[in-house]
Nanobody, 117 residues
Framework: QVQLVESGGGLVQPGGSLRLSCAAS????????MNWYRQAPGKERELVAA????????NYADAVKGRFTISRDNAKNMVYLQMNILKPEDTAVYYC??????????WGQGTQVTVSS
């Protein structure tokens, strides 16, 4: 069964950190670029960070540059999003997505991140 399962979300105070994890199963992770998206209430889903299939290239949304780091461990079928200096505006459901040219994207179910004092 092809699936992505996110974990690591929760409630954190402004300025704090969280590390999201995305576990892949049922497909070869190393063949896919991996992405983290987020969707805040009332807003469209937006791309937060992306990493190439072998991890040599990363990209970030301007809003998270310098604070978030995406990484992957293909041997463990895992993708991570380290989030530092969190702000209330980072509050959203965070989704992991796997993408390969010519194939449908694979989405996880999401994990809630709430930044509040």
């Amino acid at each position: 069964q092809v699936q992505l399962v996110e974990s690591g979300g929760g409630l954190v105070q402004p300025g704090g950190s969280l590390r999201l994890s995305c576990a892949a199963s049922g497909f070869t992770l190393s063949s896919y670029s991996m992405n983290w998206y987020r969707q805040a209430p009332g807003k469209e889903r937006e791309l937060v960070a992306a990493i190439s299939s072998v991890g040599g290239s990363t990209n970030y949304a301007d809003a998270v540059k310098g604070r978030f780091t995406i990484s992957r461990d293909n041997a463990k079928n895992m993708v991570y999003l380290q989030m530092n200096i969190l702000k209330p505006e980072d509050t959203a459901v965070y989704y992991c997505m796997a993408l390969r040219i010519g194939q449908l994207a694979i989405w996880g179910q999401g994990t809630q991140v709430t930044v509040s004092s």
